[in-house]
C-alpha cells in the first residue's frame, strides 16, 4: 500500500518507489503539508513546522481565541482566499453575495486501488490497480458549501504523485471559480533554485536556473497555448544540485492552453509551489450539482539530481501518459519536404526526393504546408481541407500511390485549428473564428483561431481529417499549430460564458484528438506548434512525439534537444537533419554533426537530397543504416545530460562541448555523443565519464563515422590527415562499464575531422 493513514499523528504517507510526501490533518479542521522526503516508514511531528503564534498572522475564529494557529505561518497543501493566509491561494471561489474569501475545512477522504482519469482531459494512466494508489480529500467551503476534492495518485515504482482538483457546487446556489490550482506544496525553506524551460521562437526550452528570493518568481502563459516562450515545466532544486547530485522537484502540467506556476517565499521564508490553469481570462460559473476538474499536474522527486527527475519524467510519460499503437514502437525515419521546398513543389518535385529517400532507406515521406486549397503562401487556404488540384493535379491520391510504390510510408501535413480569411471556410462561417463582437480581429500569420468550444467546428474538423486521412491512406499526420490567440471569445458564449472560452477550446480540442487518434489507431500523429509551441505532456497524451523547434541548426538544437530532455523523453523529441547554410541561422557544420544531434530523438531529413553530393548521399545513407541499429535504444533507454551546453550563471555563456549518453534499458547498448558547441583552435582536451552503463559488462566500442570521415577527407581535406586524429575512433576497443564510468572517456582535443563523435557501445 503506497498510502499510509497513521491514526495517531493524523498523518498520510504517500510513499513512491522511495519518497514520502507527508499530509497533516489538523485539528480535524485543516490540512497541512509536513514535507516531501525520501522514503521514511514512521512520521513524529517534531519535524512538522513549529505551531507558534506570529504578530501580523491572524487566527481563524475556529480555534475560539488561541492565538497560536494561523494559516499564515503554516505550510498548507490547498491554500483559501482571504481568511487566514495571505499568500497566494490555491482557489478563490466568488460566492452569490459576490465576495471571493474561500476556507477549506477538511470532511473526509478515501483511499482507492489504482487511478481515476479526469474527464475530458488528458492525464497520465494506470492500466492495473496495483501500479498505483489514489487519496482523495474532500473539503468544505461553510459559506458555500462547495466540495473541493484533492486527489494524489501515488505511483508505486515511480517517484512520481499526480495531483489534480475537482470543484463540485454541492451548495444551493451558483458559484464562479476564479482561480483552481492542480496543485499547490510549500516547502519549508527557500534555499532553493528554481529551473524553468524559458525561450522563443527558434529558441524553445532554454534552461533559465534563479536563487529563489522572497515575493513572487513564476512563469505563465497567457497565448492560449503553453507556449514557445515558458514550458509548464518547473523544478526547485537544492543550491548544490547538479544533473547527479542533490533534492530535485519537478512540477509539469498536463496542459497545453494558458498556464500559470509560481514560487512565492513568504515573510518566514516558507516556498510556495503552485501549478494550474491561468487565472487570467479564467471564470467558471458552477451551479448546484455541477462540477470543474483542474488540469493533472506531474510531481517528481529526485534525491539524486536533475538527471534521474528526467528520467523519472521519461519513464512515467513513456508508460503512462503516451498510448496506443505507436507508444513503443520504434519510429520511422522521416524526410520532410519543408526545408526542401517550402510551398513550391508539384508531383515530379516530390517524387524525385522520395526516390533519393527510398535509396538511403528512409521510411517515412511527409507532405508539409501547401498542399490544399489554393495555398502557394501562408497568406490563404487554412480551413480549406481539400486537395490543391492545381498544383496536384493527380491529387494526393497519387501521390499517396507514388511514394508508398516507393517503399516509403506515407505522411500529411495539417494545421486543423486555424483558419484564413482568404478561404471558403472562413467566407461560409465567419463567426467560427475565436472572436469579440465589436473588437477587430487580430491576425497571426495571415491566420485566425477557430473556435473549438463550438461542437460544430470540431465536427467539420473531424469530418474533414477523417475524410482526408483514409482516402488516401496516409500513416503519418503532422498537426501543427502556428499563432497565439487573442480577442478570445466566442460567437455562441453569453456574457457569463466569455471567460470560460479559452478552457473549453481545450475541451473541445481534446475531444477531437482522442476522436480522431482513436478512430485512427494506426496512424502515427505528431504534434507542432511552429515547432516546439506546445511541447506538453497534454500533447503527448494523443500524439506520442513533437517537432521539437523550427531551427534545424545541428548547435542550435543542442540547447533546445536537451533543454526538452529535462521533462520528456527522447521518443518524444523529433529531430531533422537540415541543408547548410542552416536556413535559420546560416550557420555552417558538418553533416556529420548534424546526424548526430538529430540521432539524439526521433531521427529524419528536412532538405532537398537532391541537391547533394555522392558523398554526402552515402553519408546519409550510413546515417540512416546506423540508426536502425541503434533506435530502440534512443527512443525508449535511459539519458544521460554528460555535459550541457548552458551554464548555470547565465543563458548567454555555452560551455565548450556537449555530450549526451543513451543507454537501452537492459544495458546492452549505449550511444555516446560528443558534439563541440563551436569552434576553437588547440582546444583543452577533456575527460567524460560515462553514466547508466552496467559495470560488470564488457562493451564494444565503435565509431561508425571514421570511415566517412576518412573518405571525406580523402576526397575534400586541403591538408593531409594524420593519422593519430582517428585514433582510437576507426578501430573498434572493448572495455569495461566499471572503467568507461569511473575513469572516462579521453575526449581529444576538438578533432580535425569535424565537430562531433558518436560512439556506439555494444555489450560483448
Ligand atoms: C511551422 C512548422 O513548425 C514547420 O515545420 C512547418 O510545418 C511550417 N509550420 C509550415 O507552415
Redesign the pocket.
Known amino acids: 500500500m503506497s498510502i499510509i493513514f497513521d491514526k495517531t499523528n493524523q498523518v498520510f504517507l504517500l510513499n513512491t518507489i522511495s519518497s514520502s510526501y507527508i499530509i497533516k490533518i489538523f485539528a480535524n479542521q485543516y490540512i497541512l503539508h509536513y514535507g516531501w522526503f525520501p522514503k521514511i516508514d514512521e512520521w513524529n511531528d517534531m519535524f512538522a513546522a513549529p505551531v507558534t503564534g506570529r504578530a501580523m498572522s491572524p487566527n481563524p475564529e475556529i480555534f475560539e481565541g488561541k492565538l497560536d494557529f494561523s494559516l499564515d505561518t503554516q505550510p498548507q497543501e490547498f491554500s483559501g482566499a482571504g481568511i487566514t493566509d495571505f499568500r497566494n491561494s490555491s482557489i478563490e471561489i466568488k460566492s452569490e453575495n459576490g465576495t471571493i474569501a474561500t476556507d477549506l475545512i477538511f470532511k473526509s477522504y478515501r483511499i482507492l486501488k489504482g487511478k481515476p482519469q479526469i474527464p475530458g482531459l488528458p492525464a497520465t494512466y494506470s492500466l492495473k490497480n496495483e501500479e498505483a494508489d489514489t487519496l482523495e480529500i474532500d473539503f468544505m467551503d461553510p459559506l458555500t458549501e462547495v466540495t473541493v476534492i484533492l486527489s494524489y495518485t501515488v505511483w508505486k515504482n515511480y517517484n512520481a504523485i499526480c495531483r489534480h482538483t475537482v470543484v463540485k457546487n454541492t451548495g444551493k446556489y451558483d458559484i464562479c471559480l476564479e482561480k483552481v490550482m492542480s496543485c499547490n506544496v510549500d516547502f519549508c525553506g527557500s534555499r532553493y533554485k528554481m529551473l524553468q524551460l524559458s525561450g522563443a521562437h527558434a529558441r524553445e526550452r532554454h534552461p533559465v536556473f534563479r536563487k529563489l528570493v522572497p515575493g513572487n518568481q513564476g512563469i505563465e502563459s497567457k497565448r492560449t497555448a503553453s507556449s514557445l516562450q515558458q514550458n509548464p515545466f518547473i523544478a526547485l532544486m537544492d543550491y548544490d544540485a547538479s544533473e547527479t547530485r542533490g533534492n530535485v522537484y519537478g512540477f509539469n502540467l498536463v496542459y497545453s492552453g494558458n498556464f500559470y506556476a509560481n514560487v512565492e517565499v513568504d515573510q518566514f521564508n516558507m516556498s510556495r509551489v503552485q501549478l494550474g490553469i491561468n487565472p487570467f481570462n479564467f471564470e467558471w460559473k458552477i451551479k448546484p450539482e455541477e462540477e470543474f476538474y483542474t488540469p493533472e499536474a506531474v510531481m517528481v522527486y529526485s534525491q539524486n539530481g536533475l538527471g534521474e527527475m528526467s528520467r523519472t519524467f521519461h519513464d512515467l510519460y513513456r508508460n503512462h501518459l503516451c498510448r496506443g499503437k505507436w507508444q513503443y514502437k520504434e519510429r520511422p525515419i522521416v524526410i ?1 519536404n ?2 526542401a521546398t ?1 510551398f513550391n513543389f508539384n508531383a515530379e518535385k516530390l517524387f524525385k526526393l522520395a526516390d533519393e529517400a527510398s535509396s538511403a532507406g528512409i521510411e517515412l515521406f511527409v507532405l ?3 498542399w490544399f486549397g489554393k495555398r502557394n503562401d ?1 497568406t490563404s487556404s487554412l480551413g480549406d481541407w481539400f486537395e490543391n488540384k492545381e498544383k496536384l493535379p493527380g491529387g494526393l491520391a497519387e501521390i499517396s500511390d507514388g511514394i508508398h510504390k516507393r517503399g516509403l510510408k506515407f505522411g500529411l ?1 495539417f ?1 486543423p485549428e486555424m483558419v484564413s480569411p482568404d478561404s471558403n471556410l472562413f467566407r461560409n462561417h465567419p463567426d467560427w473564428c475565436l472572436h469579440i463582437e465589436g473588437r477587430s480581429s487580430s491576425l497571426s ?1 495571415h491566420q485566425l483561431m477557430l473556435d473549438l468550444s463550438r461542437n460544430e467546428v470540431v465536427d467539420y474538423l473531424y469530418e474533414r481529417l477523417y475524410s482526408i486521412i483514409t482516402e488516401n491512406k496516409i500513416d503519418y499526420v ?1 498537426w ?1 499549430f ?1 499563432r497565439s490567440g487573442t480577442e478570445v471569445g466566442s460567437g455562441t458564449a453569453t456574457a457569463a460564458e466569455q471567460m470560460k472560452v479559452s478552457h473549453k477550446y481545450y475541451l473541445g480540442l481534446y475531444n477531437l484528438m482522442e476522436k480522431i487518434t482513436s478512430a485512427l489507431p494506426d496512424v502515427l500523429f505528431e504534434s ?4 516546439g509551441g506546445r511541447y506538453d505532456p497534454g500533447m503527448l497524451y494523443y500524439m506520442p512525439q513533437a ?1 521539437t ?2 531551427n534545424t541548426d545541428g548547435i542550435s538544437r543542442l540547447a533546445i534537444q536537451a533543454g526538452s530532455t529535462i521533462a520528456y523523453p527522447a521518443s518524444s523529441m523529433s529531430c531533422h537533419v537540415s541543408a547548410v547554410p542552416n536556413h535559420q541561422t546560416g550557420r555552417q557544420t558538418f553533416l556529420a554533426e548534424r546526424g548526430h544531434t538529430a540521432m539524439a530523438g526521433t531521427f529524419g531529413y ?1 532538405l532537398d537530397l537532391n541537391k547533394l553530393n555522392p558523398v554526402e548521399l552515402k553519408e546519409i545513407k550510413d546515417q540512416v543504416e546506423i540508426y536502425k541499429t541503434i533506435r530502440k535504444t534512443v527512443q525508449f533507454g535511459d539519458y544521460y545530460r554528460l555535459e550541457n551546453p548552458w551554464t548555470e550563471s547565465s543563458d548567454a555563456e555555452i560551455t565548450d562541448f556537449t555530450a549526451w549518453n543513451i543507454v537501452s534499458k537492459d544495458k546492452n547498448q549505449a550511444v555516446f555523443t560528443i558534439v563541440w558547441n563551436y569552434p576553437e583552435a588547440n582546444a583543452p582536451a577533456d575527460i567524460i565519464k560515462l553514466q547508466g552503463l552496467d559495470e560488470s559488462k564488457k562493451y564494444k566500442l565503435t565509431c561508425p563515422q571514421s570511415k566517412t570521415i576518412r573518405e571525406f577527407f580523402r576526397l575534400y581535406s586541403p591538408f593531409p590527415m594524420p593519422e593519430a586524429a582517428f585514433y582510437p575512433f576507426e578501430n573498434d576497443i572493448v572495455v569495461s562499464g566499471d572503467l568507461l564510468m569511473k575513469c572516462g572517456l579521453q575526449i581529444p582535443y576538438r578533432p580535425h575531422f569535424g565537430s562531433s563523435i558518436q560512439i556506439i557501445l555494444n555489450a560483448l
Open positions: 520532410n519543408w526545408e517550402y508539409d504546408d501547401g501562408d501535413w494545421e500569420r503532422k501543427d502556428n507542432c506548434s511552429s515547432g517537432w523547434s523550427d528536412e
